[in-house]
């Protein structure tokens, strides 16, 4: 049984992307990865709002783990022990820079961002898009 399972939001659509798809693997190692490079903090308050207009209104990524996942992020030595990520990929919260909610069973405040920008994330979705009949 895999140990994720990974959505696409496409304004407002939701598309889920089996966990054996080697594209979806990789765009699950490379969202871990941007959590893991993180450089800074967002001070944001996170509602569950804010989480549904992301869903509905731009492109994101969340990835859901069956078990909480350890992360140590190396620029302020904390650890994390989310449920689940949600990358925006679209919107005032991407692009240049990758901005990652975690959570267990809500979005807590304090995403952390990544300068290194959403780039190479987008092209994976794009990939799974286009097989599943996407845009």
Do not use: W
Not at 11 to 23: E, L, M, S, Y
Not at 57 to 77: G, M, S
């Amino acid at each position: 049984m895999p140990d994720f399972e990974l959505t696409l939001f496409d304004h407002g659509r939701r598309t889920a992307v089996a966990a054996v798809d080697p594209t979806a693997r990789e765009l699950v190692a490379r969202c871990e990865d941007q959590l893991l490079t993180a450089d800074n903090i967002l001070r944001l308050a996170v509602t569950p709002a804010l989480i549904q207009n992301i869903q509905d209104k731009e492109l994101a990524v969340e990835i859901r783990y069956r078990e909480p996942k350890d992360f140590l992020i190396p620029f302020n030595q904390q650890t994390l022990h989310p449920l689940r990520l949600l990358i925006p990929l679209t919107g005032e919260l991407a692009g240049g820079v990758t901005t990652i909610f975690h959570g267990t069973a809500q979005y807590g405040a304090g995403p952390y961002r990544n300068r290194r920008g959403t780039e190479d994330l987008l092209k994976l979705v794009n990939q799974l898009e286009k097989r599943s009949g996407g845009q």
